[in-house]
C-alpha cells in the first residue's frame, strides 16, 4: 500500500496541492466558523488532488518523451489507468464537498474546472496564463465570507504569477513536445519579468487595503527583490526571487484577510 500511496503523492503536485489548501484554509479561517472552514478544506485538497492527477495522466506520453524520471506514470510506478481514476474520484468529490462548505462553493468548482481546461487544452496556448488566474482569484471568493474586490484581483495576479514560475524550470522540455503556452513564448527571460510584473501588480491593492506601516517593509522587500531579478545573471537566482517576492504577496494576503 505504501509502494502506491507515496507515487500517488508525489503524481499529485503534492507541494502545490498542500500550499494552496494551507492557504485557502488560512483565508477561510479568518471570518468562517470551523465546520465550514474544515470542509473548504477539504474541497480544495479534493479539487487540487483532481488537478495534479489528471496533469500527469494527461501528460504521461509527454513525459516520456522527456524521459521525466520523476514522474511516477512516466516512470513505470503506477499506471496511467490508476491516476485517471484518482483522479476522476478526487473530482467528483470535490463537488459536493465545494457546495456544502460555502455559498460560493459554485466558484471553487469553477476553478477546479479551470485547473483541468489548462491540463487537457490551455496549456498549449497563448491563453495559458488564464485559468491560473481565473482559479485563484475564485479560490479567494469562495474562502472567504465577502472578500473585497481588491483581494479576488490580487489572488488573479497571484494565480498568473504562479503560472510564469512554475512553467520556467520546464520551458525546454515543453517546447519540445508540442507545449507552447504564453511563458514559452516568452520565453525565460520573459517569463521571469512577467512573474514579477503579476506579483508587483499582486502587492498594488493589498498595499491599499493594508493602510498600515507594514506596506512600507513590504514594498521595500518587493523593490529590493525586483531590483535583484534585474541584475541577476542565472536563472537559479531569479527563480527563487519570483519565489520570494510571491511569499511576501501570500503573506500580506492573509494578513489583510485577518485585519478584515
Known sequence: MAVTLLPLLKASHFGPTVTVTAVA????????????????????????????????????????????????VASGLLSRRLVATAAIVAAVACLPLSLLATPTGGAHVVAVAAGWAYNLVLKRTVWSVAPYAVAFALLVVFAMDGPPWPLVVAGGLLGAAAHFGNALPDLAEDAATGVHGLPHRLGATGSRFAALG?????????????????????????????????????????????????LIDVAMLLLVANLR
Request: glycine share 8%; hydrophobic share 60%.
Open 25 to 72: 484554509v488560512a483565508l477561510s479561517a479568518t471570518d468562517r466558523p470551523l465546520p465550514d472552514t474544515v470542509l473548504v478544506a477539504a474541497a480544495v485538497l479534493a479539487g487540487q488532488l483532481s488537478i495534479g492527477w489528471s496533469n500527469d495522466w494527461i501528460d504521461a506520453a509527454r513525459d516520456v518523451a522527456s524521459g521525466r524520471a520523476d514522474k511516477p
Open 198 to 246: 503579476c506579483l508587483a501588480a499582486a502587492s498594488v491593492p493589498l498595499f491599499l487595503l493594508l493602510g498600515t506601516p507594514w506596506v512600507f517593509a513590504a514594498l521595500a522587500a518587493v523593490a529590493v527583490a525586483a531590483g535583484w531579478a534585474w541584475w541577476g545573471g542565472s536563472r537559479r537566482p531569479v527563480f527563487l526571487l519570483v519565489q520570494s517576492t510571491a
